[in-house]
């Protein structure tokens, strides 16, 4: 295999012309320039149409069979505590994007919230504001991912493990 170096422009050129998550900036040139055959990594020639006509059925497998999936249900700490999972009035700890126990800063459970400082919250808004508060930003916080039990449990496995029960049923 050769190497060659190229500018900027032509670096961006292939960006433009690529196809995320497919193409190779070789694969590329070789559609641009119209390049016949393309050998796979187990030595076999096949036309480049043939390579994209496979890429075409692979996208659209993959395309139907996450079209089919549906989104887990948020968590539901009112449904874990009806259900003996968690309890009403249970501490739980909030951690960090590490896993770390962010010292002082633990909520009670009250139905399908949380109690902080006299006040009632959802456990993502909640977890953002502390996180923030600490020194972590984002515009996204999965709430449940950030609070844990005494014994360390997320909430987020906790809630798996109550979906993972029902779905036997």
């Known amino acids: 295999?050769?190497?060659?170096?190229?500018?900027?422009?032509?670096?961006?050129?292939?960006?433009?012309?690529?196809?995320?998550f497919v193409d190779t900036p070789n694969s590329t040139l070789r559609?641009?320039?119209?390049?016949?055959?393309?050998?796979?990594?187990?030595?076999?020639?096949?036309s480049p149409a043939g390579a994209d006509?496979?890429?075409?059925?692979?996208?659209?497998?993959?395309l139907a069979a996450?079209?089919?999936?549906s989104k887990a249900p948020k968590a539901d700490l009112e449904?874990?505590?009806?259900?003996?999972?968690?309890?009403?009035?249970?501490k739980l700890y909030l951690v960090d994007y590490q896993g770390n126990r962010v010292q002082k800063l633990s909520v009670v459970i009250s139905g399908g919230d949380v109690i902080y400082n006299s006040q009632r919250y959802s456990m993502s808004n909640l977890a953002?504001?502390?996180?923030?508060?600490?020194g972590f930003k984002s515009?996204?916080?999965?709430g449940?991912?950030?609070?844990?039990?005494?014994?360390?449990?997320?909430i987020k496995d906790i809630w798996q493990q109550y979906l993972d029960q029902n779905a036997k049923k």
Do not use: W
């Open 1 to 20: 295999m050769e190497s060659i170096k190229i500018d900027g422009d032509v670096f961006a050129h292939l960006q433009k012309h690529a196809r995320p």
């Open 31 to 46: 559609r641009l320039l119209g390049i016949d055959t393309v050998v796979s990594a187990t030595g076999v020639k096949r």
């Open 79 to 90: 449904v874990l505590v009806k259900n003996g999972f968690l309890r009403n009035g249970q």
């Open 139 to 142: 515009n996204s916080v999965r």
């Open 144 to 154: 449940p991912a950030h609070r844990v039990t005494d014994d360390g449990k997320s």
């Open 53 to 62: 006509a496979e890429l075409d059925e692979l996208l659209a497998e993959n």
């Open 128 to 134: 953002q504001e502390l996180l923030a508060s600490v």
């Open 66 to 69: 996450a079209s089919s999936r």
